[in-house]
């Protein structure tokens, strides 16, 4: 059985709710690098990561998800990877894109 209007209409939200909330922690740090008014506070994007998942485990698999993504050819779909962990406020990705993402 399907899933009735409210309930894809609910799930739609908080997706829309959830990538809202990515892209505000993204551009804090894309802001941080491009010199830019940042918007909203450290302890908001720490806040904003935790109600996210989004912790140094999560960012470890995003970056070896890129790893794979590289061994498969796929040279953009890594650098997405990377630079997701990157404006995510880790420098764990860093030698990899410096590598691998001009």
């Given at each position: 059985m399907g899933k009735s209007a409210r309930?894809?209409?609910e799930a739609i939200?908080?997706?829309k709710a959830t990538t809202d909330l990515t892209n505000a922690v993204l551009n804090y740090y894309r802001n941080i690098e491009l010199g830019k008014p940042l918007g909203i506070t450290f302890a908001r994007v720490t806040e904003l990561k935790a109600t996210l998942g989004i912790d140094d485990a999560y960012l470890q698999r995003r970056l070896d998800d890129g790893k794979k993504?590289?061994?498969q050819k796929d040279?953009?779909?890594a650098c997405e990877d990377f630079k997701f962990v990157k404006y995510m406020g880790s420098k764990i990705a860093d030698?990899?894109?410096a590598k691998y993402c001009k």
């Open positions: 309930e894809v209409k939200e908080a997706y993504k590289l061994k040279n953009q779909g030698e990899l894109l």
